[in-house]
């Protein structure tokens, strides 16, 4: 194929590659970027510009005058941070020694969910530990028959039921977890009475509450408001942020239940006057397996999950969750669902 124009073809062919490109002409100082490059870095016309991506400009150019068309070295990759996620690579172009190409490798997002894929094994691995090894350690002792008392299997059976409890706990809510992130998962929604689900929640963590000596209020809506969402999944949720807001907060702090309509939504707030939460660690919370350096430190266990698998769901069921919390006086967990009747009435 004969190219009048290889400089127009060249710019031609970089407006192709779905990848940060850029065209340098050496001999009149020219940089042209192709749509992704202006798009991720901005525009740039010299090649000083590139200095904004933190390149030693004189380096780049000693670095590009070695590629030449006679030398054996025809690329070269400059890392652009330390970490070395990111790299500018640059090439001779064959036969044009006027000509260079620039792409930008930038494997942030990759590195990212390799990072998150790698913690995720490794946190799963710690919380299959401790149980783990705490079964193993006091059936060993059984084993051994200088140990093995009535009295001690006694002590010892609860503590095994405790530790397989939270193993058994852990698996399901993994399996839950994973299959809500199953893009093909579908939660079939249905009108269901809000309350109705408040109470049932309520019901379910009133044993925990009555531990702690705790009272949980429910300011119910003005009337029985259907929402469109799924009975199981929704109680899931009501009854991971009542565990939480019970767990977390000291004996005889109440909890209070309240709603608030917003257009076609329904807001639900689960508030607490617990220890709250620092504003550093508030964005992190609903991410899986964090928890909080108070949390951590305290007696309180738990592995992380809960609220991961709460947004899961409300986001399924095509809502959003949200928390406020303030250090030392409180937290409001708060969610949105749709109405499956529009009310207009103002909910207590
Ligand atoms: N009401 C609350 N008050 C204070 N901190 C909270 C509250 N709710 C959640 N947190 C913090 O957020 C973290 C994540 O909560 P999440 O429910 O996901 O996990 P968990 O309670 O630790 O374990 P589990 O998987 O058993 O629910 C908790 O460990 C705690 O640090
Ligand atoms: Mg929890």
């Not at 025809?74 to 044009?96: C, G, K, M, T, W």
Request: glycine content about 4%; aromatic content about 6%; hydrophobic content about 40%.
């Amino acid at each position: 194929m004969l190219v009048a124009n290889p400089i127009s073809f060249a710019c031609e062919m970089i407006e192709a590659i779905p990848e940060s490109t850029a065209l340098y002409l050496w001999n009149s100082d020219l940089l042209i970027p192709n749509r992704f490059w202006k798009e991720r870095i901005g525009e740039m016309s010299r090649l000083s510009d590139i200095s904004r991506l933190n390149v030693d400009v004189s380096a780049l150019a000693r670095t590009m005058m070695s590629l030449a068309p006679d030398s054996d070295i025809r690329f070269a990759d400059i890392p652009l941070d330390l970490q070395n996620y990111r790299h500018l690579q640059v090439s001779q172009v064959p036969e044009h020694p006027d000509l260079y190409f620039f792409l930008l490798r930038d494997e942030t997002e990759v590195r990212r969910v390799e990072q998150m894929r790698k913690d995720f094994i490794a946190n799963v691995s710690h919380e299959l530990r401790t149980p783990l090894t705490a079964v193993r350690g006091y059936v060993e002792t059984l084993m051994d028959p200088k140990f093995l008392t009535i009295e001690r299997v006694r002590e010892f059976l609860p503590v095994i039921f405790e530790h397989t409890e939270r193993l058994h706990n852990l698996m399901l809510d993994l399996l839950s977890l994973s299959r809500l992130e199953n893009p093909n998962t579908v939660i079939e929604l249905t009108p269901i009475s809000l309350l109705e689900e408040l109470e049932d929640a309520v019901e379910a963590t009133a044993p925990l509450a009555r531990m702690k000596n705790l009272t949980v209020e429910i300011r119910p809506p003005a009337e029985d408001l259907r929402v469109l969402a799924n009975s199981e999944h929704l109680e899931r949720v009501l009854v991971n942020l009542l565990d939480n807001a019970i767990k977390y907060s000291t004996p005889n702090a109440p909890i209070i239940i309240s709603t608030e309509i917003e257009g076609d939504c329904i807001w639900t707030h689960v508030s607490d006057q617990g220890p709250g939460i620092a504003p550093e660690e508030l964005p992190r919370v609903f991410e899986r397996f964090y928890r909080t350096k108070g949390a951590l430190s305290g007696r309180v266990q738990g592995s992380g999950l809960g609220l991961a698998i709460s947004k899961h769901i409300i986001q399924q069921l095509g809502g959003e969750i949200r928390v406020s919390s303030t250090l030392g006086q409180g937290s409001d967990f708060f969610f949105s669902l749709r109405l499956a009747t529009k009310a207009a009435k103002t909910l207590a």
